[in-house]
């Protein structure tokens, strides 16, 4: 029972990225059930074996840290750092587990090292090149990025806090071709309202001002 949770955990999961990608709603939700079935599984394998196995029982833990805390990056949630230092302190228990118990190296050993050095990764990349991928590539998002105003304009934020000044005008700029072409799609009340935050933007990009999103 405890493993087939475990598999519709991580089918949960993996539908959640789908949806992220695909800009289907509810992706957030889908992604937060699958993550914390991750971590439920983890817990309840953790109790019941962690004197018999605990190298294995450690493993889930790792991964089920790790996988929330990509989730978290994804979803550019502030304090995804924490669930990161707690990925990495799993990851240390994990090692001393696996040294005590002078076990042969298995599938597991090369899937936990695979996954830490995926969370590695992640957290030494900036959000800006995080929230392009999903946001805005022309893969992904040719059929919006162009009147996408709201993403352009975060991701000049993103910009404009790396102090990458010039692309983040260049991507406010963008925002504003993207609000004035949603306009003249379809009268969008939103967009015209909005069109007023960015050139608000633009100032406080110009002027090394802007403090806060939005």
Not at 41 to 68: D, G, M, Q
Not at 104 to 111: A, I, W
Request: with cysteine; charged share 15%.
């Amino acid at each position: 029972m405890l493993a087939k949770a475990y598999k519709f955990s991580w089918l949960v999961t993996l539908t959640g990225f789908v949806f992220l990608f695909m800009h289907y709603p509810f992706a957030t939700v889908i992604m937060i059930a699958g993550g914390c079935g991750l971590l439920i599984h983890s817990a309840i394998y953790f109790f019941r074996n962690s004197s018999t196995a605990p190298v294995k029982s450690l493993f889930y833990i790792v991964i089920a840290c790790i996988t929330l805390y990509v989730e978290a990056r994804f979803l550019f949630w502030g304090w995804a750092k924490v669930i990161f230092y707690l990925s990495c302190l799993e990851m240390i228990l994990w090692l001393v587990a696996v040294v005590k118990s002078r076990s042969t190296v298995s599938g597991l050993y090369l899937v936990v090292i695979m996954v830490f050095i995926l969370g590695v990764w992640i957290s030494f990349t900036p959000s800006y090149k995080i929230y392009y991928f999903v946001h805005l590539n022309t893969v992904l998002n040719k059929q919006t990025r162009e009147v996408n105003y709201r993403s352009w304009d975060r991701y000049s934020w993103y910009l404009y806090l790396r102090n990458r000044f010039d692309e983040a005008f260049e991507a406010n700029r963008k925002a504003q071709d993207a609000a004035s072409e949603s306009l003249r799609i379809s009268p969008d009340r939103d967009a015209g309202n909005y069109m007023e935050f960015l050139k608000q933007h633009e100032f406080q990009i110009v002027h090394r001002q802007w403090e806060a999103f939005p």
